[in-house]
């Protein structure tokens, strides 16, 4: 095999793993809509009034699709750095889906209980399921930039400033995330604002990432 031939084999199986990883997230993202319902009522006067009444619904839908669309985007950025895969890597990438796919159920557990009893239970669910996702996408990210390993996963050695940059920024990740849990019993609006913050964390630019390729 020439070193040509094993670069575009490499491509090719990453590029497969993205294909297959975004077709899951799309599905996961379109699927959310179901949680909209359309109310039976007998006036308009009613119809209005049950519309308000979904707001929790609504808050749900927006809420999953957000982050979503955030976890896409992050496994879009890992990928523009990471150049070849193997099987650990898939059955983490794997884990990644996982905990993404699952996560419109405790978005709208939480949206379903949110001011009323079993809230606090609700809220431990819910930050439970972001603080797997953070796990998983650093176990992702850890093997793959492993400086150990005789063939390197990335792109770029362990000190380009892109590696730096994400090993910083997702350090935050699951500690932020166990904070919301630690909050949720508490005060699940203080865990939803912590929750809130760190997806709008992790979907600002990040500026090393013009270098990454």
């Given at each position: 095999?020439?070193?040509?031939?094993?670069?575009g084999s490499?491509?090719?199986?990453?590029?497969?793993?993205?294909?297959?990883?975004?077709?899951?997230?799309?599905?996961?993202?379109?699927?959310?809509?179901?949680?909209?319902?359309v109310p039976?009522?007998a006036?308009?006067?009613?119809?209005?009034?049950?519309?308000?009444?979904?707001?929790?619904?609504?808050?749900?839908?927006?809420?999953?699709f957000?982050?979503?669309?955030?976890i896409?985007?992050?496994?879009?950025l890992?990928?523009?750095l990471?150049?070849?895969?193997?099987?650990?890597?898939l059955?983490?990438?794997?884990?990644?889906?996982?905990?993404?796919s699952?996560?419109p159920?405790?978005t709208?557990l939480?949206?379903?209980?949110?001011?009323?009893p079993?809230?606090?239970?609700a809220?431990?669910?819910?930050?439970?399921t972001?603080?797997?996702?953070?796990?998983?996408f650093?176990?992702?990210?850890?093997?793959?930039?492993?400086?150990?390993?005789?063939?390197?996963?990335?792109?770029?050695?362990?000190?380009?400033?892109?590696?730096?940059?994400?090993?910083?920024?997702?350090?935050?990740?699951p500690?932020s995330?166990l904070?919301?849990?630690c909050v949720a019993?508490?005060s699940?609006?203080?865990?939803?604002?912590?929750?809130?913050?760190?997806?709008?964390?992790?979907?600002?630019?990040?500026?090393?990432?013009?270098?990454?390729?």
């Open positions: 095999m020439t070193p040509e031939t094993g670069a490499d491509a090719r199986e990453t590029a497969r793993l993205e294909a297959f990883s975004d077709g899951v997230l799309s599905i996961a993202i379109t699927l959310l809509v179901l949680e909209l319902r039976r009522v006036t308009q006067a009613d119809l209005g009034h049950r519309l308000l009444e979904l707001w929790p619904s609504y808050a749900a839908y927006f809420t999953s957000a982050t979503i669309g955030v896409w985007l992050n496994h879009h890992l990928f523009r990471i150049a070849r895969v193997d099987a650990t890597l059955a983490l990438n794997g884990l990644v889906l996982l905990t993404a699952v996560l159920f405790p709208a939480l949206a379903g209980y949110l001011g009323q079993g809230e606090k239970l809220a431990i669910v819910y930050s439970a972001f603080l797997a996702i953070t796990i998983a650093n176990l992702l990210w850890l093997y793959a930039s492993s400086p150990s390993r005789r063939k390197p996963l990335l792109r770029h050695g362990p000190d380009h400033p892109a590696v730096r940059e994400v090993h910083r920024r997702y350090r935050l990740g500690a995330s904070v919301a849990l019993p508490f699940p609006p203080a865990m939803l604002a912590i929750t809130f913050g760190l997806v709008v964390f992790f979907a600002l630019p990040h500026p090393v990432h013009e270098s990454a390729s």
